[in-house]
């Protein structure tokens, strides 16, 4: 296919009438299509139906070691919960403590209970002027979410084929004092897809901090992710690479089964060293009594084991591949050679993230719901939701039913090709 | 029987000498009781057993407009878990928040939110020299425990057999804008079992507090709670109250089903007005993608209405009914007259409150433990630990088994009867 960039002013009208005629067929259909979250669709959530069924009336809801879980009690969860999250993120069960239903929120009152009273025993981070973290881009809205909420300055560093621009990073973080954690999700990372290589680990493991307390924010969500059964990334454990390294309090870990078992209804992790465990368990002692523990169990006694999790997980993969391999097919037939823009092709995790031409993000964006086609918002995956390029999108494909996500793939095609034409018309 | 405060010192000496052989004996059997706590029993929890087969495989996970529970988003509960909460407290859906399990965790939250960001517009708390906070006392150590680890200030309030004293809390709300809360068990209060009467409710929701952000925490955890079917007392619904008061803002209930299905794996609420929800919702946006809406979903296609959890109370009722029964009737035939303890007679909740004589309560305890009985710590139902007059203990009849708790209650009326005496010898 000719590249855009080398078609002359008139081809570039040409293509365009022909294409908003296009572009007003599909408007037409009034279609209301979704690519904005990282959703399981119906049918993953229908492969874990079964674990409705481990528990009943007749179960003894107790833990190996007689423990009530119907009761108050077990603050940091049930022994069994502890060990096969443990496995499921590759720590020790000594190094976890289960939670709820949402790592989110994990990660808020972590964030929250450094801003109140400090992690072990520093200056609680209200009580400084400044509180500044490092946000590794394109990243996660919702991870700059928490850190905007509470008054924290975000630094943009570029995440490249292997991870955070490890440069940059070091420097930073030795040189400021101010800089108290970094956002990381190292395996098939939000929204690129890149998975953290062994050398990235061990110079985060090993960096210097200017801050006692500076962390690293490990959201390890996508752990056992994986789209294909012959091609999976290894990623290298943080917390024993941070006790090597020297800094064994360096890292708060998180995890959960959110896109595992049910989205809203799963469980979820804290992973660190056993002085983080202990400062976060003295705050969860006023917090609570503790959290769902027969939600715990039922999920103990569903997966049973890291293997139960694997094989769940390519059950899950055979209904995602396909349609990420439909968006990456109708993106390579359509936009291939075209010059207007570049993506990802991830081995795992929930995202495509596509690069446009500098200035189109936005735009593509806009176009695309008047299709009626919803994206993750541009600018979303920067800190204050400003892309300086205005030029990453996030696709989500697993939302949609196959059939959506194809019509879904031709709008967004559409929507690039037509703000791309724009772009170089302006600039001609 | 003859009151101890009448007897001679050699009378108290020689009773001195018989109870301590009648403690010497129980001492060397050994026991292991635990009235500390006030945990549903085993026979509680399996009475709900039945809500483990409502949900299994084949079930429709959705709500009623058709909302997928198994997946993410309805971040304030689904509809119908907020019509069965509303219910239970006496309040409308719509002033309703469904949370995950721990209502404790939703107060830690509200507190934690108005530390950092403020109520509604107004000053975050941890910018101010000064917050406080009213405590009536007796009261809930977990509450106290909340504040405390907030740095906020406790002022004790006596709590009388109508609620609080409210010449004292009018005067203290009013004047000093450093007043930002108060905390309030309305109903049975822990440990007290006093109800508040409409005459307090109603000056509650009239108070004019100095401070905007003034709120009254209504921890209404015991509103379903009671023990007989045909003496039940009606508490006031405080949200209507404040709104005729022309403080729709000024009041945070919450509540659970901690002790109405499963004491860890039920679900919590906060219940207030729309401008103080939206405020809330702002930072759970920020917090999580929401609760559980499985377990909600469990509970309402369980419990039905609001007729399904009265019948289930009453269920309830029938076990812990003889509970208290056997501790008010040991109290009464083993102390009564004796001039060395009052104790309440609650109409429901969860606990009995025990007031000695003054400077006695830690001994007491201390002397129960000898004997291998486990009670709340002396001084844990007042602010920062301390009862000035060291005279109350909570007593909680819930967990021991029917014969554990008759031995508890000997060990208990022994430990008084002998600390007892050591002080009005040491008077003497």
Chains 1, 2 share one sequence.
């Not at 940059?168 to 030795?174: D, P, Y």
């Not at 999920?299 to 899950?316: E, L, Q, T």
């Amino acid at each position: 296919m000719k590249s855009y960039c080398e078609m002359s002013r008139d081809e570039l009208q040409e293509l365009k009438s022909q294409l908003e005629a296009e572009f007003e067929d599909v408007k037409g259909k009034g279609l209301k299509l979704d690519m904005s979250r990282g959703k399981p669709a119906a049918d993953q959530l229908d492969m874990a139906m079964d674990m409705m069924d481990v528990l009943d009336s007749k179960s003894v809801l107790q833990t190996e070691a007689g423990m009530d879980c119907r009761n108050y009690g077990l603050m940091d969860g049930i022994p069994e919960a502890k060990a096969l999250m443990a496995e499921m993120v590759g720590t020790k069960p000594e190094n976890v403590i289960v939670y709820g239903n949402s790592s989110l929120n994990i990660m808020f009152d972590t964030v929250s209970r450094a801003m109140t009273h400090g992690i072990m025993g520093n200056t609680p981070w209200c009580k400084l002027d400044k509180v500044k973290f490092l946000c590794p881009v394109p990243g996660y809205d919702r991870h700059f979410g928490v850190t905007a909420y509470f008054g924290i300055e975000m630094i943009n560093v570029p995440l490249l084929e292997d991870g955070p621009d490890m440069d940059m990073v070091e420097k930073l973080v030795s040189e400021d004092e101010a800089v108290k954690g970094i956002w990381c999700v190292p395996k098939y990372a939000n929204p690129t897809g890149v998975v953290y290589s062994d050398e990235v680990v061990r110079r985060l493991a090993n960096l210097k901090p200017a801050a006692k307390d500076f962390r690293i924010f490990w959201d390890n969500a996508y752990c056992v992710h994986d789209l294909y059964a012959d091609n999976q990334p290894q990623l290298l454990d943080i917390i024993s690479e941070c006790e090597k390294a020297g800094n064994p309090d360096m890292v708060f870990e998180f995890g959960s089964t959110s896109k595992v078992s049910f989205a809203g209804s799963g469980i979820s992790l804290l992973a660190s060293s056993p002085a983080n465990l202990a400062d976060a368990k003295k705050h969860m002692t006023v917090q609570t009594i503790g959290h769902d523990k027969v939600n715990q169990l039922r999920h103990v006694r569903y997966f049973k084991n890291m293997d139960g999790i694997k094989a769940h997980m390519m059950k899950y993969a055979e209904s995602l591949r396909p349609k990420f391999e439909t968006v990456l097919k109708i993106l390579d037939q359509e936009l291939s050679g075209l010059g207007i823009g570049t993506w990802t092709k991830p081995l795992g995790g929930y995202f495509i993230s596509f690069q446009a031409l500098e200035g189109c993000a936005k735009a593509i964006v806009a176009k695309a719901k008047e299709a009626g086609l919803v994206m993750t918002g541009a600018g979303a995956t920067y800190p204050y939701g400003k892309d300086p390029r205005d030029s990453n999108i996030r696709i989500a494909p697993s939302y949609p039913t196959p059939e959506e996500l194809t019509i879904a793939c031709q709008v967004f095609v559409l929507s690039v090709k037509l703000v791309s034409i724009d772009k170089l018309l302006q600039e001609a």
